[in-house]
């Protein structure tokens, strides 16, 4: 039996969210990295690994089974939560997954908007969508963590329902719960990247003469400037 796995350290950053002893479902599981890591760390009451497609299923159920972990991780083939009822699954793992298809995934799922639920969340792309959607929709980020894997850089978020909507500022779409821990180099790294995001469509603007949408992205852009160390 093998018993080491080493994660990426973008999903490292989402295992290390989960809480000691819970039921994880981790949804768009393909390889099912993160529960077996789960797993062999003893992290974990057991796990549903979760995808849409069979193909991606059949990768997780060969490596479940390779490292012997077939009694505590089950896949399960699933739109998102749809098959999943709210008895099986403490805190949610979705990764790697754009945020707009994050957001559908919350939306389309009744018992997401349960106190009791913890998702870790970890966008592709459309991160400021993702957060948007969550503070009109009465979801809490957390906590909010950066890391760079593969010369790219992530962040993962640890949300809950708390059930009114949160007032976010414009910066705070484009950077989440990092502007209360910002100086380590990943969050560094984020916070670049997302200026540059910025600066990109600040030039779109300019040549179409979008006045409004130039003074937005000066605004947000100088705003996330104060967090370069
Ligand atoms: C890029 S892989 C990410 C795998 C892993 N979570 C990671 O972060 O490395 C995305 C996976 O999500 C699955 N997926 C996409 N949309 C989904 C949905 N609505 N529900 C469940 N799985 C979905 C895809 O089939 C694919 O296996």
């Given amino acids: 039996m093998k018993n080491h796995l ?3 350290n973008r999903l490292s950053l989402c295992a290390e969210m989960i809480t000691d002893g819970c ?4 949804i768009g599981t393909d390889h099912a990295y993160i529960p077996i890591w789960l797993a062999l760390n003893s992290k974990i009451k057991s796990a549903l690994a979760c995808d849409i497609r069979t193909g991606p299923l059949k990768n ?3 490596n479940i089974e390779k490292y012997r972990f077939s009694d505590v991780i089950k896949t399960r083939l699933s739109d998102g939560l749809l ?3 709210e008895n099986e699954v403490d805190e949610i793992i979705i990764a790697g997954i754009g945020g707009n298809i994050i957001s559908n995934i919350l939306s389309g799922c009744p018992w997401a908007s349960k106190k009791d639920k913890v998702f870790i969340l970890q966008p592709m792309k459309y991160e400021e ?6 503070a009109e929709n009465g979801y809490k980020i957390e906590k909010e963590k950066a890391t760079i894997c593969s010369r790219k850089v992530y962040t993962a978020m640890k949300v809950t329902y708390v059930g009114t909507p949160q007032k976010i500022e414009n910066y705070e779409k484009y950077i989440g719960k990092l502007s209360e821990d910002y ?3 990943a969050a560094q790294a984020y916070i670049r990247k997302q200026i540059k995001n910025l ?5 779109g603007a300019e040549s179409e003469n979008l006045d409004s949408a130039q003074e937005y992205y000066r605004e947000v852009i100088e705003k ?4 370069l160390v």
């Avoid at 969508?129 to 969550?134: A, D, S």
């Avoid at 600066?199 to 030039?203: A, D, P, V």
């Fill in 6 to 8: 080493k994660l990426s």
């Fill in 23 to 26: 039921k994880v479902a981790d």
């Fill in 60 to 62: 997780a159920s060969k």
């Fill in 83 to 85: 098959n999943i009822t």
């Fill in 129 to 134: 969508r993702l957060r948007e959607f969550l």
């Fill in 183 to 185: 100086s380590y180099p």
């Fill in 199 to 203: 600066e990109n469509h600040l030039k």
């Fill in 224 to 227: 996330l400037k104060n967090f």
